[in-house]
């Protein structure tokens, strides 16, 4: 047999008992290109929302420190109360509501105060909101997601 012959040949396959002739190469046709490109194109969007999902976290994080420091800030504006011989810190709505509104002024990322007041005279309650976008707009993820903390500081006089 000459090399162009036993191309043409077919090649038998035994399964289940039986022979079954096909030809050489013959479903070996096509390109892999559309599988590498599709394939690709969702490990980039894949990569894509893992880097906003990170960057989300990362905006709450942020957040959650501002209230946080905004809390820290209110509590930080109590009044000491002289009753006999007891002393003890006494803080109200207006002054950690003007505390944390000097905190939150600082910033000039669209951080805005929620509320801040004190729920029992002790601690300090912070609520701050700002709104997070993606860091390249596409129909993924959401173009505009508000995100919200709150940031709770406890007063102690000993």
């Known amino acids: 047999m000459n090399g162009g012959a036993w ?3 077919r090649v038998t396959d035994r399964g289940a008992g039986r022979s079954q ?3 050489v190469g013959a479903d070996d046709r096509g390109s892999t290109l559309p599988l590498v490109l599709g394939y690709l194109v969702l490990a980039i969007a894949l990569i894509y929302v893992c880097v906003c999902a990170t ?3 990362i905006a709450q994080k942020r957040l959650d420190s501002v ?3 905004a809390a820290l800030a209110g ?6 109360q002289v009753e006999g011989a007891a002393v003890h810190a006494e803080l109200e709505d207006a002054e950690v509501a003007d505390q ?7 910033l000039d990322d ?3 105060l929620v509320s801040a007041d004190s729920p029992d005279g002790l601690s300090a309650r912070v609520t701050v909101r700002t709104t997070w976008t993606p860091p390249l707009l596409s129909d993924l993820v959401p173009s505009m997601v508000t995100i919200q903390a709150t940031g709770t500081s406890r007063t102690a006089l000993e």
């Open 7 to 9: 191309a043409r040949q």
């Open 21 to 23: 002739a096909r030809p």
């Open 55 to 57: 960057d989300l976290y």
């Open 67 to 69: 209230a946080d420091a």
């Open 75 to 80: 509590a930080d504006g109590f009044r000491l």
């Open 100 to 106: 944390a509104a000097a905190v939150v002024a600082v």
């Open 110 to 112: 669209g951080t805005e």
